[in-house]
C-alpha cells in the first residue's frame, strides 16, 4: 500500500467514526470523541451539519452507506475489547496499523496502569501527532509510537526497541489490516499475534471472506467492493474462511474466543444503537486468548 492511498484509507475510516459518533438515534454505535481532530474543516462541517450531512448522503450509493456502517460496528467492537483489555489487566496494547486510532487517548483513564505501542509507517504517525498535540495540548507518556513498514521491519525487533516485553500480558488489535497483506506477510503478522505476550493475552482483528477472494461470495455487494477497491489501486490480497477460522487460530496456538459477522456483531451490541445499519456480511471480527 503506497503512503498516498493509505493516508486517503485512514482519513476514509476515520472520517465514517466522525459521521456515526454524531448520526441520529437509531444509526449511532460509535462514540469517537477524537476523529474529527483528524479531519480537515470541510470533512468536520460534512460530518457535524445537518446541511453537510444531508448533502453528502444524498451522494451515496447502498456499497458507501455499507461500508461507513461497517467502520461503525467495527470501531464499537474493538473499543468494547479495549476496554475488555484494560478490565483483564493487560499491561500493555499493541495496536497494529493504528493509523487515527484514538484508543489510547479516550479510553485510557489516568488510573489504568498500561503502555499503548502504536505501530505503523513513520509519516502517518507524524501526522497524527501534529494533529493529537494541537487536540490535546501534549501527547500521553503512556502511548509509545512505533514506526514499522510490516514489509521492510521486523515487528518484535521494532517494538523491543520502545519498551515492548513479550512476556507481558498484552493485548493486539489489528484492524482494517489483515485483508490489504500478500499472504506471506499476513503470515507474519499473524505469526506475531500467536507470540505476542504471555499466557492469557488477547487479541482483535477483522478479516474478509477469503470467498471474497476466489470470487464465489453471494453476499450482496461482493463483486461491487473488489471492484472499487481496484480501481483505487488496493486490491485486497488476504482472506480466512470464517467456518474453518478456529482451526487457523489453533494451528497458531491460540484458542477463539468469538468470530462474528459485522451483521452479527452489530445485534450482540444493539443495546448501543445502530439498529439501521446494515454493514457488508463478507466483514467479519475474531478475538483469540493465548494459552
Known sequence: MDHRNMDDFATRVTFARAWNTHAPEGERICNDSLALAFLSPEHQAA???SQGRQTLEASWNDLERSLIAYVAVRTRVMDMFFAQALGAGMEQIVILGAGFDSRGYRLVSGTDRITVFEVDQPHMQENKKAALSQALGELP?????VPVDFAAHDLGRELAKAGYSSTAATACIL???SFF???DLADRVFGFLARAGGAGSMAAFDYVSSRILDKTSQ???ADLFIQYLAAMGEPYRFGLAPESLA???GEQGLTLSANRSALQWRDHYSEYGGARLNPPGFFHIAQTLRT
Open 247 to 249: 482451526t487457523f487460530a
Open 141 to 145: 507518556e503512556h502511548v509509545r509510537y
Open 47 to 49: 460530518a457535524t451539519t
Open 181 to 183: 497483506l500478500a499472504p
Open 219 to 221: 453476499e450482496p455487494f
Open 175 to 177: 484492524e482494517g489490516v
